[in-house]
């Protein structure tokens, strides 16, 4: 067995402590440490074939921080080196077109994402048969792109051949059947087709109950889905408990101060808002004003929805005066979140 060169060494000492740094959450230090692997492993004609991987750590990095701009030309230049690798047909192509294709996504390009999205399908298909479930996987990213685009009829579609490749693949009681039924409803919701999405949440939540447990964070998210399913409807009176419920999973399983408990005592306070309770309220949206400045930092856009939230409530009540003050820094908060970060 051949030792690897000194050039090779410093290559995986370079990513190694990339990685460990980015476990920290040191990213400008992980930036640092795959750059230079980088660099490392194209300087080195015997090193080519870990630049793809090299890239791929940098975009994965930037797309880690939503920095979308940044990780696209290392996202394209890895999909080229493996394609010059492998070939254009290889699976790992595929699945190189699919992340270029988030990032595409992620910027608005839905126009280029879409082609990127229908090449790795094919090759999928062809490479590993039509019933593989990174085929499925392809299918959903597709569904996705297509809800966004209001495409819901060809989303569907995608969604429900995902489904049934899964539910072939892996059986009917599967977290993966689950995930993509969540999706299927939430693709309903947005179409307003309110029943179906009642009933495809509840698939969805039964399966997620029966394979991860009651008091599972995913089965939390699919009762906080039917809630704001059936809070959207008038249903008031069904939603609250399931809210509730959801909120004692997350408290349970995340801890009182994450922001996935901040979301649930937001909506929360919208119910208690729309059934006259403002006390209540008041008391709901202030909770989550503190976890989510807390957690995510004052000036983020989940803290500028819980303002606007609580500046109705306080119109509500005839302060009018205080509300303007958390109007107008919701304003600010807008104001300055970049475009990329607003899309779906």
Same mark, same amino acid.
């Given at each position: 067995?051949?030792?690897?060169?000194?050039?090779? +060494?410093?290559?995986? +000492?370079?990513?190694?402590?990339?990685?460990?740094?980015?476990?920290?959450?040191?990213?400008?230090?992980?930036?640092?440490?795959?750059?230079?692997?980088?660099?490392?492993?194209?300087?080195?004609?015997?090193?080519?074939?870990?630049?793809?991987?090299?890239? =791929?750590?940098?975009?994965?990095?930037?797309?880690?921080?939503?920095?979308?701009?940044?990780?696209?030309?290392?996202?394209?230049?890895?999909?080229?080196?493996?394609?010059?690798?492998?070939?254009? %047909?290889?699976?790992?192509?595929?699945?190189?077109?699919?992340?270029?294709?988030?990032?595409?996504?992620?910027?608005?390009? !839905?126009?280029? *994402?879409?082609?990127?999205?229908?090449?790795?399908?094919?090759?999928?298909?062809?490479?590993?048969?039509?019933?593989?479930?990174?085929?499925?996987?392809? =299918?959903?990213?597709?569904?996705?792109?297509?809800?966004?685009?209001?495409?819901?009829?060809?989303? %569907?579609?995608?969604?429900?051949?995902?489904?049934?490749?899964?539910?072939?693949?892996?059986?009917?009681?599967?977290?993966?059947?689950?995930?993509? #039924?969540?999706?299927?409803?939430? #693709?309903?919701?947005? *179409?307003?087709? !309110?029943?179906?999405?009642?009933?495809?949440?509840?698939?969805?939540?039964?399966?997620? %109950?029966?394979?991860?447990?009651?008091?599972?964070?995913?089965? *939390?998210?699919?009762?906080?889905?039917?809630?704001?399913? #059936?809070?959207?409807?008038?249903?008031?009176?069904?939603?609250?408990?399931?809210?509730?419920?959801?909120?004692?999973?997350?408290?349970?399983?995340?801890?009182?101060?994450?922001?996935?408990?901040?979301?649930?005592?937001?909506? =929360?306070?919208?119910?208690?808002?729309?059934?006259?309770?403002?006390?209540?309220?008041?008391?709901?949206?202030? +909770?989550?004003?503190?976890?989510?400045?807390?957690?995510?930092?004052?000036?983020?856009?989940?803290?500028?929805?819980?303002?606007?939230?609580?500046?109705?409530?306080?119109?509500?009540?005839?302060?009018?005066?205080?509300?303007?003050?958390?109007?107008?820094?919701?304003?600010?908060?807008?104001?300055?979140?970049?475009? %990329?970060?607003?899309?779906?």
């Amino acid at each position: 067995m051949n030792r690897p060169s000194a050039r090779e +060494r410093l290559w995986q +000492r370079f990513s190694t402590a990339g990685d460990r740094a980015l476990d920290r959450g040191e990213l400008d230090d992980a930036e640092r440490f795959y750059l230079a692997a980088l660099s490392a492993s194209e300087a080195t004609p015997s090193l080519q074939h870990y630049v793809s991987t090299s890239l =791929l750590n940098v975009a994965q990095l930037y797309k880690s921080q939503q920095r979308w701009r940044d990780a696209e030309p290392f996202a394209r230049r890895a999909l080229e080196t493996k394609e010059g690798e492998l070939g254009v %047909e290889h699976p790992d192509v595929a699945v190189d077109l699919n992340n270029l294709a988030v990032l595409f996504i992620r910027q608005g390009k !839905y126009g280029e *994402a879409e082609p990127l999205y229908q090449r790795s399908l094919e090759i999928l298909r062809e490479q590993l048969g039509d019933d593989h479930p990174h085929v499925a996987t392809t =299918l959903s990213n597709l569904a996705a792109l297509y809800k966004v685009e209001r495409r819901f009829l060809e989303s %569907e579609a995608h969604y429900k051949d995902a489904i049934a490749i899964q539910e072939r693949a892996f059986g009917r009681d599967n977290a993966e059947v689950a995930r993509s #039924l969540y999706n299927l409803a939430g #693709l309903y919701r947005a *179409a307003r087709r !309110y029943a179906d999405a009642e009933r495809a949440y509840l698939h969805s939540l039964e399966i997620q %109950e029966k394979v991860l447990g009651p008091d599972h964070p995913d089965v *939390a998210s699919d009762l906080a889905n039917l809630a704001r399913l #059936l809070y959207l409807q008038g249903k008031l009176d069904r939603a609250e408990p399931l809210y509730r419920r959801a909120l004692k999973i997350r408290i349970k399983a995340l801890g009182a101060e994450h922001p996935d408990v901040a979301t649930c005592l937001n909506n =929360l306070g919208l119910l208690s808002l729309l059934r006259g309770k403002y006390r209540q309220a008041d008391l709901h949206f202030r +909770r989550s004003l503190k976890i989510l400045e807390k957690a995510l930092g004052p000036d983020h856009s989940s803290v500028a929805l819980t303002l606007e939230n609580y500046a109705a409530l306080l119109r509500k009540t005839g302060r009018d005066a205080e509300a303007e003050v958390y109007e107008a820094r919701a304003r600010d908060i807008e104001a300055a979140v970049p475009p %990329e970060e607003l899309m779906p």
